[in-house]
């Protein structure tokens, strides 16, 4: 077996350990009124062997990320796929600190789902090792990424404390007009994740079962004055087309429920070639997360956060709110450094200039000011609580936007991350 195989199967048994660490801590956390034991003793006997497997996961984890340096020559982060498995392993060390510091079973329940969210996320993406190219043959990519990714898990430790300190203090019962409001931005943020879950079964399920659509789309470029230049560019769909590219031609449609051609086109404003499939991408994400979240809301007959509160019941919110700031005031130095000083510095020996307005490089900007005024009004106003909870919750979303918008939509000096 050659280093990438084992580096892919470790990276695998990963996963199922992850899994089955979320498992655990749900049997620790939900299981604790069925069980024969003292609910505190059943808690700590389960938490621990799910805080265990975790452990074991990020070994196998440490294995994949190590065997595939060696195995591939660089370090594994130079497109998305490596990037985000990089990412994913960055939450569990993020959550492996902070529970060392607090022991919260109750946070695994939360951090974990996060990290497997984003390993499944990274298989989206080609999983070959990429030459570098010159831009990224720098040891500044090294420090500039692997810093980013550590800061912004902590930011995502961060958000699970938050969304769960809302999810303890919210009062779902209340009909107030204050009430409401937090009951429906808590409502909107777990649609949220259940949208971007929705993204990752669509990919999936028209990845098995092999669907493609192909449509063909004239390019039109002026080389000289007076003189057009036409080249004809395929789009390849990998889910059904509801959205076609702008003034495209069909050249080969896989139907599907006997629909036999796209309902619409992308409008005229979406530039680049790829526009209508992406916005394609993002309907069928919506669709399959509104029937995801339409399905859970049936089973459980009320919102999914008024469902989960009382999975919350005896948490201490004031440790809750403490693991939010102490996560997030951990990640900020870090991500200080990675998103911006060391990025400005590899920027400068790759192309010449510390910063360039480049999408990514301004909303790490905003990321940074953010986080920024996250700190100065939680310590200078004593903004604590819910009002810090939700700007840890707003702040993550701001950094998933950073991401995956600005990597897959926005094109940029960072688009060579891989898209397929």
Known sequence: MSLLDFSNAAFIAAFFLYSGAFMLFTIAIMGRRWSGRSPKEHTARWGRIAFITSSLGLLCHLAYFFTRWAGGGHIPVSNM?????????????????????YRKILLGLFSVPI????????????????????????????IHVTLAALGESF?????????????RTVDFKSSSKSDKRQQRGVEFTLFIIIVIIGFLVSVFAFREA??????????????????????????????????APYHSEIESFQSILG?????????????????????????????????????????????LGKALQPVLDGIDEGDLDEITYRAIAIGFPIFTLGALIFAMIWAQVAWGRFWGWDPKEVWAL???????????????????????AWLAVLGFLVVMFTLVGVNLVIAGLHSYAGTD
Not at 85 to 94: D, Q
Not at 272 to 286: E, H, M, P, Q, Y
Not at 370 to 379: K, Q
């Open 81 to 101: 796929y490596e990037f985000m498995t990089f990412l994913s392993m960055m939450v569990m060390v993020a959550f492996t600190v902070i529970f060392s510091i």
């Open 115 to 142: 990290s497997i969210i984003v390993m499944a996320y990274a298989a989206v993406f080609p999983q070959e090792v990429q030459p570098l190219i010159p831009s990224l043959r720098s040891i500044y990519l090294n």
């Open 155 to 167: 930011f995502a430790v961060g958000f699970a404390a938050g969304l769960m300190y809302l999810l």
């Open 210 to 243: 092999g669907y493609e659509t192909v449509f063909t789309r004239s390019n039109v470029t002026v080389d000289n004055p007076g003189q057009n230049d036409s080249t004809i560019e395929k789009v390849i769909y990998k889910m059904p087309p509801i959205v």
């Open 259 to 303: 629909v036999k051609k796209p309902l619409t086109e992308a409008p005229f404003w979406m530039k680049g070639v790829n526009a209508g499939r992406k916005f394609n991408t993002v309907i069928w994400s919506l669709l399959t997360g509104a029937m995801i979240y339409g399905a859970l809301r049936l089973i459980v007959r009320k919102p």
């Open 366 to 388: 905003v990321t940074w000011l953010f986080y920024s005024a996250y700190l100065h009004l939680r310590l200078a106003r004593g903004w604590q609580g819910r009002k810090s």
